[in-house]
């Protein structure tokens, strides 16, 4: 075995969408990449919900991407679901506008994607390096073990669990996931709090392809993304999602570990009480489950963000929490590939100065708050609490479909007004709440959402 050392200009840590998209483009700018993968190939680790929304960064890389890229299909129609235990009110938005290229957002299956995003790296000269471990960051600096913070010394390579398995390289992009061990090992990521991260079970129903058309009332290729509030998940905090790809749903529900561990109970139960609701089960009717897979996701926005550079090193991806949960709107492989994007182009800059310093490093951060990614998590930073308010779990969603149900409902009686319906109501679910904490909620939910 040779000495000599393996030294590239860039690693990345994780081929997800942060990871290869960082790679590409610090390998079309002429650099040396490695991008390292714990799974056997990129994608077989990442499972999540689907839905890729705002492909800004991926068109630029890759014009007209979707005419090779495996997508499923592409977004015309979001849905936005309040349930009970029997009862379903929708917010339903569908519009053409979405149905001409560049298309707003798409379904994708991510064993697909990521393979053929990690491919397009590799086509721009990045070397794949897959079934990969990485159990330790390479620093240069003094030396003094465990009395020497991490943040004091350069980190200059990563150590991974093959022979002959240290790399070097002068910048280091963690893209390793929400639970970054690169992260916290290069002591820029505190430990989080269970009420931090949600856990997302799915399952892949393959159904026959005119059947699920005629069903969501799709023609062609478009397609419709589903997230649905209150009972989905059932006493836990939560919610639950279903969208279309080619030939099959992705149904699944996303649960805070906190709850899920206090209340024991099983996602996987969740998940089939969802399945079962009398709104969903016509829907999943005739299905034939052909994958079931779970993810973990970081949902306290900016509250959780850690610091995202340090000498030698980035963070981008779930690794900076970098997910839009908002109760609305519900994102991440975008942000994933702007900040893989913008940590390699911080990384690009860096090179040309020949300067791997915190203080050159720094410019990762500028760039994002100039772009939507840090402009949205600080614009929403209060969406986390209005998200986990006990209330919005089942109390409001019982009683707008309760309140709904009496407005619609014929039965001899005078019509009510709205506004009167909902005192009714308001007061009807006085054992659960008051006048006074509606009021407080209906102010959160501005804050998170309105203003």
């Known amino acids: 075995m040779s000495n000599q050392k393996l030294k590239f200009d860039v690693i990345v840590v994780g081929a997800g969408p942060a990871g290869s ?13 490695a991008l390292i993968e714990r799974g056997e190939y990129p ?13 800004k960064f991926l068109d630029e890389l890759i014009p007209r991407f979707w005419e090779e890229a495996p997508v499923e299909r592409y977004l015309t ?16 938005f569908k519009t053409n506008h979405f149905a001409k290229p560049p298309y707003n957002g798409f379904t994708v299956l991510r064993p697909k994607f990521d393979r053929w995003l990690a491919g397009k790296a590799e086509e721009a000269g990045a070397l794949l390096i897959p079934a990969t471990v990485v159990d330790d960051l390479i620093y240069d600096g003094p030396s003094g073990g465990d009395s020497i913070a991490p943040t004091a010394r350069r980190i200059v390579g990563v ?55 005629d069903r969501f009332q799709l023609t062609g290729d478009e397609g419709l993304t589903n997230e ?19 030939d099959s749903l992705s149904i699944g529900v ?26 969903i089960a016509p829907l999943v009717r005739d299905g034939v489950v052909r994958e079931y897979s779970g993810h973990m996701i970081p949902e306290a926005g900016i509250n959780m963000m850690p610091k995202l550079y340090t000498s030698g090193m980035l963070i981008a991806g779930d690794a900076a929490g970098f997910v839009f949960a908002t109760g609305l709107f519900l994102e991440g492989m975008n942000y994933a590939m702007a900040s893989g994007h913008h940590a390699a182009k911080a990384a690009i800059e860096a090179h040309k100065v020949g300067n ?42 019982e009683m707008i479909c309760h309140m709904m149900e009496q407005l619609f409902n014929s039965n001899g009686q005078p019509k009510p007004k709205i506004l009167p319906a909902l005192v009714k109501e308001l007061r009807r679910g006085q054992g659960k709440v008051s006048l006074k904490t509606a009021v407080k909620d209906l102010y959160e939910a501005g804050k998170a959402l309105l203003w």
């Open 356 to 397: 791997f310093s915190e203080v050159q490093l720094a410019s990762y951060q500028r760039k994002l708050e100039q772009d939507f990614v840090l402009k949205d998590l600080k614009n929403f930073k209060h969406a986390p609490e209005f998200v986990n308010n006990p209330q919005l779990q089942n109390v409001y969603p």
């Open 254 to 279: 996303v649960t805070q570990i906190k709850d899920l561990a206090e209340k024991r109970i099983k996602p996987y139960d969740l998940l089939e009480q969802f399945k079962r609701h009398p709104s």
């Open 228 to 246: 649905y509030v209150g009972y989905a998940s059932g006493e836990v905090y939560g919610g639950g999602f279903l969208y279309t790809n080619r």
């Open 43 to 55: 994608g077989a680790k990442n499972v999540s919900g689907g839905a890729l929304y705002n492909t």
């Open 159 to 213: 150590r991974t669990r093959r022979e002959d398995g240290d790399i070097y390289a002068d910048v280091v992009i963690a893209c390793d996931g929400v639970n970054s061990f690169l992260a916290k090992k290069a002591g820029l990521q505190r430990e989080f709090h269970k009420d931090e991260l949600t856990l997302g079970v799915k399952e892949v129903i393959s159904l026959d392809r005119k059947v699920l058309e």
């Open 21 to 33: 998209i960082a790679a590409l483009t610090a390998a079309r700018a002429g650099l040396s990449v």
């Open 77 to 92: 129609r979001r849905v936005i679901s309040v349930m009970s235990a029997d009862s379903l009110v929708a917010l339903d």
